[in-house]
């Protein structure tokens, strides 16, 4: 990241909470600097959302310290949190109030909020005509996105969003990964999003942090996780006896072979290799229905890092 | 502090938004229009004085008694010895029939009936003072015929039964019936007090005719009617004890029977009353028939208005926490930088608000109803002693305080309230239990009642929330009663003293207070979503078990 030598907007130093016996966050550390979008990657459970919680003060943490706009969250709380927006878990509003209400009460908590920035958000997430409907007509995506507009309405240096994409349509994806870029790379906010969907995280991304089972495992550029992922090809080969594949393959020991179903067995290969190996196949006597390169493998260099397993609570 | 107004700006945006709210506050204010008005309609107000008012008499009504009495007794001359005796007051002749031998009461009573009527009809201006008018005159009846009765039993004694003593007798009477007769036909309350004081001398009822004896100096034309005269009477013969017990120097005990020695503060307020009472004797400003009609009225419409307004803040105390947790509205609260117990501040801010704005809607409401029905002269300002001086509160500022001295045990229920609220965050639990306790003043006065020569029942707090009458010990001078509780506390069988009470009161709300800021504090926010066995994660006081989702 070019950023990265500049003050953090966010940091975050030896974070621990513990619920009775269970460790839900272990000592968890990461800087988060202007002008980039960081992607929080984990399976459920993770512990995402508890160190999101932890961040906009839903949760006091047992250990460490939160750092954010060079304000101590716990020391100077008013000042760290007016610098941060965003939504954790779903949004919620006051149902019955407008949108545009719910808007101008938030702004009263901040300085500086006028009524054209009101407006000015609400025309940015698309909802500019229907603002002064209660919110309780509103469906999911709508919800998503009124609340991105108030985690955005006071300009705050530090926005976090807690898997935002949830009931949102194509169009308000492609529009949220929009204004994201745009609030990251133009205005220089620092944006932190969690997802458990890669493919999201690659698109929206410059940097990834993966988190299981508290820890906070690895963070890389969105770049250097994709090579990592590019480099562990693997192909699917079609055949009418697998077993008998299978152990030609392995008989070599060169082509480590995993996912044996009835018809198919996956191969993992470089590419420069793949027609050796084929050709051992062939020469073997196995017959070959059909080969395909499997392109998912993000999931896999996903599982890698996190230890290969989804732990469920 | 400006994000304390911000948030209580938000607070009060949001709740105004409820329709349930403003239904509540109509409620309140209908209640409160039409309960002095309903009041009226199904209260006898007569019926307080029935016991002294006596019913019309007229001059066709004394007409008929004297021919129905003459009808009955059949000629008088029957029961005649001879001997009609003639006797004289003052150049006026009367005959009485005296002395017969074997004459019943009744017959007695018939005589007198007839030459009472006799009397009353050739002489009393029945234009200018009908008899059931004023209470000087209806009085003066009632003395008037008794009298006449009286001196008629005297002359039934036979000749030779009469002694000194019938003479002394014969002749006090006759001196009343002329002060009675004087008060009766020339409507004069001079008569009419020595007419009683004589009476009152032979009968020990020094204080009654004291009382009337006030009354002639405020009303020296006799122009008040008995109820009016009655409910005067009333506050007299009150002033009357009231310097009675101070100069015996003691006050009247748990029992109205027994006497207990005079406290400082007692005295002090004994001698304020009499005070108050001497000045609104001599300025006429003493709370009349209509006002104390009025401040009845008045407290009937607050207390049934009140028992919305329970409603209202207790509902609004129970769910202002809860209900933004369950909806998860909280959480635009939480992100926004502003410290906890400032939210927690602003919300109880705006619950206090409404308190206060639903008082005002009551007792405007209750006020207004009155003021046009009967008359705003009759709203009548509160009357206190400060320095030795007599001063007044003005009666709607008055009236306001009044009611939110009525509303204090309310401030208890809502913390109460707010702090099952803030730690179950459950709206059904904290709305539920608030209004059970509540509810269960009732039986607590019963259990009071019950212990009520122990002394550990001054320590529940249900004995220390009615302090209306300890705030406002002369709210009697200004036509309330004041021996009655409200809806929501109860009057002790024993005064507890008020600073007791409020410190009471004070630690009981910071006790509250403290549970309830305990109790949001320390929320983790997380309850929604994670798993059902993290029972570290709130370290509240009152935490419930976790709920599986």
Known sequence: MSDTKSEPALSITGTTKTFGSKVAVDHVSFDLYPGEVFGFLGPNGAGKTTIIKMIMGFVRPDEGTIIINGYNRHTDYEKAMASIGGIVENPEMYNNLSARLNLKMYARLHDGVTKERIDEVLELVGLSERADEAVKKYSLGMKQRIGLAQALLHHPKVLILDEPTNGLDPAGIHLLRDILKRCAHEEGVAVMVSSHLLGEMQLMCDRIGIINHGKLLQICTTEELMQKAMKSNSYRIKTSDPKRAQDILSENSKYPVSNLSSDTLDVEVDESEINACVRLLVEKGSDILGVQKIESSLEEAFLEITGGGINVE | ?549
């Open chain 2, 1 to 549: 502090m400006n994000k304390v107004l911000a948030l209580y700006i938000n607070e009060m945006t949001k709740v105004s938004r409820k329709i349930s709210v403003w239904i509540l506050l109509l409620c309140m204010a209908l209640t409160t229009f039409l309960g002095p008005r309903f009041f009226l309609r199904v209260t006898d107000t007569e019926r307080y004085y029935e016991d002294t008012v006596i019913s019309a008499v007229t001059k066709p009504d004394i007409t008929k008694m004297r021919d129905s009495a003459r009808e009955e007794l059949g000629d008088p001359n029957q029961y005649v010895d001879h001997s009609t005796i003639r006797f004289t007051i003052q150049n006026e002749v009367f005959e009485l029939f005296a002395t017969y031998l074997n004459i019943d009461d009744s017959a007695i009573s018939e005589y007198s009936t007839i030459s009472c009527a006799n009397s009353i009809l050739s002489n009393y201006n029945f234009e200018a003072y009908p008899i059931e008018a004023t209470y000087l005159s209806s009085s003066a009846y009632i003395g008037y015929v008794i009298t006449f009765r009286d001196l008629c039993y005297l002359n039934s004694i036979p000749f030779d039964q009469r002694d000194n003593v019938w003479f002394q007798n014969y002749s006090r009477e006759c001196d009343r019936l002329d002060y009675v007769r004087t008060a009766l036909f020339s409507h004069d309350y001079g008569s009419f007090v020595k007419y009683l004081e004589m009476d009152g001398i032979s009968n020990g009822l020094n204080s009654e005719v004291e009382a009337v004896r006030i009354l002639s100096k405020i009303d020296p034309q006799g122009k008040f009617d008995s109820s009016e005269s009655n409910n005067l009477l009333e506050l007299i013969s009150d002033y009357l004890q009231y310097k009675q017990l101070l100069s015996m120097n003691v006050d009247i005990g748990d029992t109205s029977n027994s006497y207990i020695p005079l406290t400082a503060t007692r005295r002090v307020q004994l001698e304020n009353s009499v005070k108050i009472l001497e000045k609104q004797f001599e300025d006429h400003t003493y709370p009349s028939r209509a006002t104390t009609i009025s401040a009845s009225a008045i407290s009937f419409g607050m207390q049934t208005a009140q028992f919305f307004l329970v409603l209202l803040v207790i509902i609004l105390a129970g769910s202002s926490i809860s209900s933004e947790m369950a909806t998860g509205s909280i959480k635009s609260l939480i992100i926004a930088p502003v410290k906890r117990w400032k939210i927690f501040l602003a919300k109880l801010l705006a619950i206090v608000t409404w308190i206060f704005s639903g008082s005002l809607v009551i007792t405007l409401g209750a006020s207004l109803s009155m003021g046009l029905k009967s008359g705003f002269s009759t709203l009548a300002p509160y009357y206190y002693v400060s320095g030795g001086h007599v001063h007044t509160i003005p009666y709607i500022l008055f009236a306001l305080l009044l009611f939110l001295a009525n509303n204090i045990p309310l401030l208890v229920y809502v913390l109460f309230a707010y702090a099952i609220s803030c730690n179950t965050k459950n709206t059904g639990v904290a709305v539920g239990v608030s209004t059970g306790l509540v509810l269960s003043n009732t039986i607590t006065q019963v259990i009071i009642e019950a212990f009520s020569s122990s002394r550990w029942i001054d320590f529940l707090p249900m004995s220390n929330m009615y302090l209306t009458d300890k705030i406002f010990p002369y709210l009697r001078f200004n036509g309330f009663v004041s021996d009655v509780g409200s809806v929501i506390s109860f009057k002790m069988p024993h005064s507890i003293p008020l600073s007791f009470s409020v410190t009471y009161l004070v630690i009981l709300s910071l006790v509250l207070l403290l549970i309830a800021y305990d109790g949001f504090a320390s929320s983790s926010f997380l309850v929604r979503r994670l798993s059902p066995t993290h029972k570290g994660a709130r370290r509240s006081l009152f935490a419930p078990s976790p709920v599986s989702r």
